[in-house]
């Protein structure tokens, strides 16, 4: 088969595919929501200092972030469609065992099994979507993170409504979810038979995207990656500061109760799945290179403003930089499979390892200086963190000179 032809052969975009993997990531991102969302309550009842609440967070999101390339590396040589299922039995397992901790130490062998099991689950559901999506890499992105996005801002509504007046135990209710994914993702792992004869075609039309390869050298490669990681940790360090102490910091100087708190942090977070969805479908048009731009360094000004702002515009402003900042995650990792497009799964796990892995680390160092130097001051340090963009200037443009991809991916 020739490359025009191979083209011809690119896969139709598998909506359904991509809706229910979308659906079972906003489960799983539900799930682990929860963790920050239970943060007020297991303080008060646990005596835990902010230093505390951050290795919580470490704990969880080094679990989630250490499997995931390997995960991802094994899934690009065998695939594996079932594997995301056995990830779900992890998840599963750590809600009912956290949902019955009885002290710091099981808190935390817990939210270690609940990132264990996420670590599973994105490798392979990310390359699903890749091979589901057809031409259209930005939309299929948008939707499935959307999906992880949805699901992150639900955890704080879930924990306002059951949690909070039911008390820690009302989490092994939540282990339905897992269950109701494992059947979603069941489902999804039997359409592989159907879709392994269109990705045949997609690795017949990878002929041109392996000379982009040849002609990326290793150098632009290193530098393509190591720019897009430090970005990566830029944008996790600024929104796990809003993830794991916006409510305490809302508390903490507006005098908000824990239910209102957790209300300002589920709409902090659904500003991250419609802001992840808008910058999918806007890659798509104006290339991922722009968009890393305006979302990495565009909320510069309002992250700026923020520590010093009333509650409304507290409020108007987390809302609008989010929006901004979500929109990169898209095109973040597009731009890392345009530079390695024959290891999906590899850049699969290895991004969304460095987001839980960075993330961890971040809520860690936040934590101490929360402790130290007091919650409001955290924020004020981390207004800064938006100018760690201009570090885009670096990255190898991998363009037609309009600012989009010179051959899709």
Known sequence: MNTAAALHARPKTYLSVLVILGTAHLLNDLMQSLIPAIYPIIQRS??????????????????????????????????????PVAGMVFTFSGLLALAFASSYAFILCAVALIGIGSSIFHPEATRMARYAAGGR?????????????????????????????????????????????????????????????????????KAAQDADLRRHGAMTIAVGLIVLTLL?????????????????????????????SQMMLFIFLLASAVGALVGGIVGDRIGRYRVIWISVLGPLPLTLILPYADLFWTGVLTVTINLIMASAFASILIYAMELLPNRIGLIGGLFYGL???????????????????????????????????????????????????????
């Open 46 to 83: 646990y005596d835990l200092d902010f230093k505390q609440i951050g290795l919580i967070t470490l704990t969880f999101q080094i679990a989630g972030s250490l499997l995931q390339p390997l995960v991802g590396s094994y899934t690009d040589r065998r695939p594996a469609p079932y594997s």
């Open 137 to 205: 890499q930005g939309l299929a992105q948008g939707i499935f993170q959307v999906g992880g996005q949805a699901g992150g801002a639900l955890g704080p509504i879930c924990a306002a409504a059951v949690i909070v007046p039911m008390g820690q135990p009302s989490l092994a209710w939540f282990t339905a979810l897992a269950l109701t994914a494992m059947i979603l993702l069941a489902w999804i792992g039997r359409q592989q038979a159907e879709m392994s004869r269109h990705f045949s075609a997609v690795r017949a039309s």
């Open 232 to 260: 990566m940790f830029s944008k996790n360090a600024y929104i796990e500061s809003f993830r794991s102490f916006y409510t305490f910091y809302l508390i903490d100087r507006f005098g908000l109760t824990i239910p209102a």
């Open 355 to 409: 987001n839980f892995g960075l993330g961890g680390i971040a809520a860690a160092i936040l934590g101490s200086l929360a402790d130290s130097y007091g919650i409001e001051m955290v924020y004020r340090l981390c207004s800064f963190l938006p100018l760690a963009g201009l570090l885009a200037w670096f990255l190898p443009r991998l363009d037609d000179g309009h600012g989009r991809p010179a051959k899709p991916a």
